[in-house]
């Protein structure tokens, strides 16, 4: 019976002893292969949270920056917005490079851990080896083919980084140009944009000059005109003068003498005349230089000077101007006057020549007193002319003169017509007094006749003693008369060129306001095509957003599974307690053993339930075994399903770069249009350059042809006494300064 125990005994002692070794062959074979699982599935997921992580960073900084881009105005400080994005952009670039270093560095770190636990699996395995029968066999074959899925599964997860890597190297690049490319053209509109202003600028600051040197000959012609002026009304008088002097033919007994006086006198004021015309052309160094500058008549303002009218206020220029117009207007008026008034009383005193010859002789006393009262405000005329002249001269250096030409157009205006009206009294009083003269120099001569007897021998003496007398007043008065014609014919010439620089005026701003309207048109077309590209350029950054509202999507989707990882560890760490429980449960199963192993001859018929618990707990490791399985499946279709996701992103890249490539072309179209434009306009800018110098030659001979036929006119109208007798040649020279008179003008 002993025997027959003792051989019952020791198989069933190598039978437990082998059960022992297989139970804990597979249960350390089942958590190291656990525990290695678990570990690479936590440095995954630490890995994934922090690429997660800096994309999230990432993806926060390229919002500020397409914000930044969508919300820039292409003309409100372009340069700082440049500066500002390139900023942004290249601290993307460097977070980018950054981040694939970093991820590169953990993925080989991650390399070097699994060939460490692969590694010390293998050893551990061939230590085993020896222990492990049944089950463990099995798993010891499954290994490598785990690993070699480890292994692609990491090889996967690399090629997917670099490719993203890359695609972002390309993005930031295609970026980078379009950036460069949007800069170019902002700095090649803003220097189209410069170059038009400044043409602009030119040609009205042009302009502007053209206007002044014009302003400053009508001022030096207006001189002239007002000699001619006060010229014409000196022979007038003598006209007047010699008819009363012929009235009187048949009282005076030396007519001859009288009429050699006369004549004499008339051709010194001639001479006179043409000296002063002479004399206005010169300059005033020249006149002071030949001593023809008469210091006495002609007294420079001793308060008009260009400092003083330099430092003069706009407003203080026009009161000035118009002082002196006032002043000028009303010495003329008070001249005019005077001279009808002498004009009367020689009337008079001719109709009372006969009859009351004391009168006679207080009035020519109170004529020859009125007489230097007379010079001395033709003077006084003559004084203002000065100025007037004075002040064109210093003209040139005030910049203010534009401001004003509306106010000296409505008063040429006003000059013009109150010149109209005087020349009409004028002529209306000139025949009128022609007629009163005629008739009483013939009253006058009746009455002669009749008393020629009576009073010759009276008359005789009397009117020795008057010829003499009015012989004298007659030189003073024509000098007076003189100059009095020189002021008026410069007044006129002032107020024709004053006409003519309104007219040139007017002509120059509608000039500019025809050019302004050109720009204007162009500046509306860039317009137009700068909102069509801004257009585009906000599609752009919609299709922007959409991306970027996709990847926040993947990102969610990144998020979820993540949770669900989170959720897959939790289960893989109850299942790690079930199996701790199950060990401690193997344990008391072991101490159990023992304890039966001690009463193994008296409990023999408890072997078959602990076989039967055995087998129990093989099908529990079984299942368990059957469940890990599941959960490497499932964890398998998580990262298929990660790739997935991560090819669709690719894709979208791709399709991206496409958009951008086209985007590319497009500003190249725009950067070839742009030189277009601005060579046709440096084509335009050389003609508009040939026709103004055209232009200057053909002023510069209309001005020669002018400048000559001034010269015979003025030659010609030297010998104008001589050529009064014969009315066809006055006829012509009247019509050569019309025309002349008409071409100035027109050229001005």
Not at 153 to 170: I, N, Q, W, Y
Not at 674 to 697: F, H, I, N, P, W
């Amino acid at each position: 019976m002993d025997s027959f125990l003792a051989d019952i005994d020791e198989p069933l002692i190598i039978s437990r002893m082998v059960s022992d070794s297989v139970i804990k062959g597979m249960v350390n074979a089942i958590e190291e292969q656990a525990a290695e699982r678990i570990a690479q599935k936590e440095l995954e997921v630490v890995e994934l949270k922090k690429i997660l992580d800096r994309f999230r960073v990432g993806s926060d900084e390229t919002k500020t920056l397409l914000s930044l881009v969508h919300h820039c105005e292409p003309h409100e400080a372009a340069m700082h917005q440049f500066s500002d994005s390139d900023v942004e952009h290249d601290r993307c670039i460097m977070y980018v490079d950054s981040l694939q270093i970093a991820v590169h560095e953990h993925l080989s770190l991650l390399e070097k851990e699994i060939k460490k636990i692969r590694g010390s699996s293998s050893i551990r395995r061939i230590s085993s080896g020896s222990d492990l029968v049944g089950l463990s066999g099995i798993l010891q074959e499954n290994m490598p083919e785990k690993w070699i899925f480890v292994d692609k599964a990491f090889e996967d997860l690399k090629d997917t980084l670099d490719t993203f890597c890359r695609r972002m190297e390309g993005m930031d690049q295609l970026s980078k140009a379009s950036l460069s490319e949007w800069q170019q053209e902002q700095e090649f509109r803003s220097e189209i944009e410069r170059m038009v202003i400044s043409n602009g600028i030119w040609g009205l600051q042009q302009e502007f000059e053209q206007k002044l040197w014009d302003l400053y000959d009508s001022k030096s012609r207006n001189c002239f005109n007002q000699y001619n002026e006060i010229s014409s009304l000196r022979q007038e008088l003598d006209s007047i003068f010699k008819s009363l002097s012929v009235s009187e033919a048949g009282y005076l007994i030396s007519y001859g003498s009288l009429e050699n006086t006369e004549e004499w006198c008339h051709n010194k004021r001639a001479d006179h005349f043409h000296v002063k015309l002479s004399t206005d052309h010169l300059p005033p160094s020249t006149m002071e230089e030949n001593g023809k500058w008469e210091e006495s008549k002609i007294n420079k303002p001793e308060n008009l000077d260009s400092a003083s009218l330099k430092h003069m206020s706009k407003e203080e220029l026009v009161t000035y101007i118009t002082k002196m117009k006032r002043n000028h207007e009303s010495q003329v008026q008070e001249k005019t006057e005077e001279n009808f008034r002498l004009r009367r009383e020689l009337l008079n005193l001719k109709e009372r020549g006969s009859s009351f010859p004391l009168k006679k002789d207080k009035e020519f006393e109170l004529l020859k007193k009125k007489i230097p009262d007379v010079i001395s405000k033709l003077n006084e005329i003559l004084v203002g002319n000065e100025k007037v002249h004075q002040f064109s001269e210093n003209i040139e250096s005030i910049s203010s003169l534009k401001d004003r030409l509306d106010f000296l157009h409505s008063e040429n205006h006003q000059l013009k017509d109150t010149l109209s009206d005087k020349k009409k009294e004028f002529k209306k009083i000139y025949e009128v007094i022609f007629k009163e003269a005629s008739d009483s120099a013939q009253a006058s001569s009746g009455l002669g006749i009749e008393e020629a007897d009576l009073e010759s021998v009276m008359m005789q003496g009397q009117l020795d003693i008057n010829h003499v007398i009015f012989k004298e007043t007659l030189v003073n008065a024509n000098e007076a008369l003189k100059l009095e014609a020189a002021e008026k014919e410069k007044l006129n010439y002032e107020m024709l060129m004053l006409k003519s620089l309104v007219e040139e005026n007017e002509r120059l701003i509608q000039g500019a306001a025809d050019y302004l309207v050109e720009e204007k048109r162009k500046t509306e077309l860039a317009s137009r095509e700068l909102n069509s590209l801004r257009a585009e350029i906000v599609q752009q950054h919609n299709v922007i957003a959409e991306n970027c509202k996709e990847l926040d999507v993947t990102k969610g989707n990144l998020v979820a599974t993540l949770k669900e990882i989170e959720l897959y560890k939790g289960k893989m760490h109850e299942l790690h307690q079930n199996l701790e429980q199950r060990m401690n449960k193997l344990r008391e199963t072991d101490e159990e053993r023992s304890v039966l192993h001690a009463l193994t001859e008296k409990q023999q018929e408890e072997l078959n339930l602990i076989e039967a618990k055995e087998r129990e707990s093989r099908k529990q490791m079984e299942s368990t075994i059957n469940l890990i399985h599941k959960l490497l499946t499932m964890i398998t279709g998580f990262e298929a399903r990660v790739n997935k996701d991560i090819s669709r992103n690719c894709l979208r890249l791709e399709n991206m770069r496409s958009e951008f490539r086209w985007i590319n072309n497009k500003a190249n179209m725009l950067k070839t249009m742009g030189l277009v434009y601005k060579q046709r306009l440096e084509t335009r800018s050389s003609d508009l350059a040939k026709a103004e110098v055209e232009v200057d030659l053909l002023g510069d001979e209309v001005d020669t042809l002018l400048s000559l036929l001034e010269k015979i006119y003025i030659a010609l109208d030297h010998y104008s006494p001589i050529l009064q007798h014969y009315p066809g040649i006055i006829e012509i020279l009247e019509l050569v300064r019309r025309e002349l008179t008409g071409d100035s003008r027109r050229h001005v």
